[in-house]
């Protein structure tokens, strides 16, 4: 057998497992979020989103880009295990002293005294994860996502036992924290128990050397995509204000649990693979057009449908006193849709060894998406999220120039792979628009919820059966895969 069919073999068996960890984190941590958000308050979010905004960054430096390093390296994993280890422990908490002393000034940036007891209780999480990055990254890269799905499948349920008691107890935004805390110290514990692999006093300089010139770029690539992902939240929580930034960050979060549920599987799975094919460029190519068509057939009715539902579902699920979620759901939704059509382009970058091409390009984005996001900002939350709508959808153009000046791909290639989803697509929006308007107000369906799933139900329908009518091919390829993923 080659090494292409090996890996190819490898990846679909672990395929498997990497969409159980999703099917279990993706739905058990929905529902409890949504659970959540009805004891607590938009302000709560808020306040738990300014730490965060400190935390994500923060953990940019102290992994260092040694983890997807480990992943990619062709050298010995065990001797790089050990450099990315001891480097990790020593960069946490550094980092973390770092955050405990600077929390008075973010409480003070965003105005939110009660920001700053939260980040030093949750920078916490900063020296736990840092002592399980390794094992984690090992599992991945040998596509072992069995292990992980079983600690995914005990970690997920942890808010339950911990957040969830507490918010009804009145705990407030505690009960967020203890629970995100909870989750991350179990999840260590089971991946010490899980891996065979333990540190040993080694640190090879000359090996470091190349994972640190490798992590570097990774490093840059994480700021510059904080920057894109977190100046968002940025700048509403600061202009905005907590309550707003609460509205924002809890829509923005239900929209990628959604998209998670059926994207995620594919992603930790990628990388690995795409980087034991980096000798191999048209096998590498091939798969990730093959693997991008399958996400465009998920990515482009998902987001449509929660742009023409979204706001209906927000106040099904959260109720009225989360104003402006339908809005946030609906359009970040839609965003998310047609962004995520080239969201795997980093993937290919990275797996060829060029981080450097998503620092660049992220490092790019930030250049326009942040002048934009303040502008915007300054004519309140409607305008701010069809804004980072236009931005988003915008740096398609640049993705698609990278593939055809780095792997000669078709500048088309989103067209030519994609034609048939994006037609079978408008189908299924005019079918839910003539549903939603025009059927529904007639009829009168007794409860939201109910028009809300007939409205679903026959989109779907709609989008197969535009698709099994333009490429049936596709949905009987994308069907067999599947099989091989179910019973391999």
Not at 139 to 151: A, E, G, K
Request: proline share 4%; aromatic share 14%; charged share 10%.
């Amino acid at each position: 057998m080659s090494i292409h069919e090996e890996v190819k073999k490898k990846a679909i068996n672990s395929l498997k497992w990497s969409i159980l960890v999703e099917i279990v984190n993706r739905t058990a941590t929905p529902v409890i979020f949504i659970i959540l958000a009805r004891l607590l308050t938009p302000a709560d979010f808020g306040i738990m989103a300014t730490a965060m905004i400190a935390i994500s960054f923060s953990q940019i430096f102290w992994d260092a880009g040694l983890s997807k390093a480990l992943v990619q390296t062709r050298e010995a994993p065990e001797d790089a295990a050990h450099i990315v280890f001891w480097t990790n422990i020593f960069l946490g908490v550094l980092i973390y002293f770092i955050l405990f002393a600077s929390a008075p000034a973010v409480a003070l940036f965003f105005n939110s005294p009660a920001s700053e007891p939260v980040l030093r209780v949750l920078g916490c999480q900063i020296v736990i994860a840092s002592f399980s990055s390794v094992q984690q990254a090992l599992f991945v890269r040998d596509l072992n996502f069995r292990i992980l799905f079983w600690i995914k499948l005990v970690t997920a349920f942890v808010p339950v036992l911990c957040s969830i008691p507490l918010a009804l107890s009145g705990y407030g935004v505690w009960a967020l924290v203890i629970g995100s805390l909870a989750g991350q110290i179990i999840n260590c514990l089971l991946l010490w128990r899980l891996s065979a692999w333990r540190p040993k006093f080694i640190y090879n300089k000359s090996l470091a050397d190349k994972l640190f010139a490798f992590g570097f770029w990774v490093v840059g690539e994480g700021i510059t995509i904080w920057l894109v992902l977190w100046g968002d939240n940025l700048i509403v929580g600061k202009f905005l204000g907590i309550h707003d930034l609460g509205v924002y960050r809890t829509g923005w979060m239900m929209v990628n649990f959604v998209f998670g549920i059926v994207l995620s599987p594919f992603i930790p799975v990628l990388y690995p693979t795409l980087s034991r094919l980096q000798d191999n460029i048209p096998a590498m190519i091939k798969i990730f057009l093959k693997v991008n068509r399958v996400i465009m057939a998920l990515v482009l009715p998902i987001g449509v449908g929660l742009f023409l539902v979204g706001s209906d579902a927000a106040f099904v699920f959260f109720g009225n006193k989360w104003q402006g979620l339908g809005l946030v759901l609906s359009v970040i939704g839609l965003t998310n849709g047609i962004t995520w059509t080239v969201g795997i382009n980093t993937e290919l970058y990275r797996s060829f060894g060029r981080p450097d091409v998503n620092t660049k390009l992220m490092f790019v984005a930030a250049l326009y998406y942040l002048p934009s996001y303040y502008i915007a900002a300054s004519f309140g939350l409607e305008i701010f999220v069809y804004a980072r709508l236009i931005v988003g959808t915008l740096g398609i153009l640049i993705h698609v120039y990278v593939c055809k000046k780095l792997f000669n791909i078709s500048p088309f290639y989103l067209w030519h792979e994609g034609k048939n989803i994006i037609f079978s697509t408008a189908a299924m929006a005019f079918s839910v628009i003539i549903i939603k308007w025009g059927i529904m107000p007639v009829v009168h369906i007794p409860h939201i919820f109910i028009s809300i799933m007939i409205i679903a139900g026959a989109g779907c329908l709609t989008y197969l059966g535009c698709l099994w009518y333009l490429d049936r091919p596709f949905i009987l390829e994308t069907r067999n895969l599947l099989k091989k993923v179910a019973f391999n």
